[in-house]
């Protein structure tokens, strides 16, 4: 799920400079099927954005911006926590929307920014 195709012929993550913008990742596996739960989906989506997010040289810590794309606000908690666990040593700011639909059935999408270098906070 990290390439550009013809069904997705956006870049996974755009690196320009230090920065890198990384493309909505869906609570899906690799065969695009949507991750059922409360957690789950979180940490489905988490990954892939994170795998994405190495593509183009980045690294969770890199992270300065996340946004949340939720089809259920009520996973406002269990998001909490996922950040609280993998983004606040960081200082990570952090966007969360509920949203009526997401592609291929997912219930969280998230993307994310990053910068690579020292002088770029």
């Given at each position: 799920?990290?390439?550009a195709?013809t069904?997705?012929?956006?870049s996974?993550?755009?690196?320009?400079?230090?920065?890198i913008?990384?493309?909505g990742?869906?609570?899906?596996?690799?065969?695009?099927?949507?991750?059922?739960?409360?957690?789950?989906?979180?940490?489905?989506?988490?990954?892939?954005?994170?795998?994405?997010l190495?593509?183009?040289?980045?690294?969770?810590?890199?992270?300065v911006?996340?946004?949340y794309?939720v089809?259920?606000?009520?996973?406002?908690?269990?998001?909490?926590?996922?950040?609280?666990?993998?983004f606040?040593?960081?200082?990570?700011?952090?966007?969360?929307?509920?949203?009526?639909?997401?592609?291929?059935g997912?219930?969280?999408e998230?993307?994310?920014?990053?910068?690579?270098?020292?002088?770029?906070?």
């Open positions: 799920m990290s390439d195709s069904d997705h012929p956006y996974p993550a755009k690196r320009a400079g230090d920065h913008y990384v493309s990742a869906l609570s899906v596996d690799a065969d695009y099927r949507p991750v059922s739960g409360r957690r789950e989906p979180l940490d489905a989506a988490l990954q892939r954005m994170t795998e994405r190495a593509t183009a040289g980045g690294r969770p810590d890199d992270v911006k996340l946004t794309y089809t259920d606000l009520s996973l406002r908690e269990e998001a909490n926590q996922q950040f609280r666990e993998n606040a040593a960081t200082g990570a700011a952090r966007t969360f929307l509920e949203v009526s639909r997401l592609p291929y997912a219930s969280v998230i993307d994310a920014i990053a910068v690579t270098s020292e002088g770029g906070e």
